[in-house]
């Protein structure tokens, strides 16, 4: 599976952006999803999760902010992020498992997008 993350940009503190990871297969409809982002000097870190099944799961950081939704038909894993803040500025990464389950792991997503770059400035 091909992941493509797109989306990302130029925002100011508050404002929304949404996110799109864009699958190559068909298949994709029944794996799960997740987001994880890296901002600069930090390691890698989970942001949200979506199952096959809609089910989803969030970090904390995040919750309530953001919400992850899938369009199976058009093989696309969204993020929308509302009240982004200057720490939420990172690279942008979609992952995929092929397991129904959702994880908060990255060595357990066996694909990778290339990331896409969120910048919020105050």
């Known amino acids: 599976v091909q992941l493509q993350a797109s989306g990302g940009g130029l925002v100011q503190a508050g404002a929304s952006r949404r996110l799109s990871c864009l699958a190559s297969?068909?298949?994709?409809?029944?794996?799960?999803v997740a987001w994880f982002r890296q901002a600069p000097s930090k390691e890698r870190e989970f942001v949200g999760a979506?199952?096959?099944?809609?089910?989803?799961l969030y970090a904390d950081s995040v919750k309530g902010r953001f919400a992850i939704s899938r369009d199976n038909a058009k093989k696309i894993i969204y993020l929308q992020m509302n009240s982004l803040k200057p720490e939420d500025t990172a690279v942008y990464y979609c992952?995929?498992?092929?397991?129904?389950?959702?994880?908060?792991?990255?060595?357990?997503?066996?694909?990778w997008g290339q990331g896409t770059q969120v910048t919020v400035s105050s």
């Open positions: 992952a995929a498992r092929t397991v129904w389950s959702i994880a908060s792991i990255q060595n357990d997503y066996n694909y």
């Open positions: 297969e068909r298949a994709f409809n029944s794996y799960s």
């Open positions: 979506i199952s096959w099944s809609g089910s989803t």
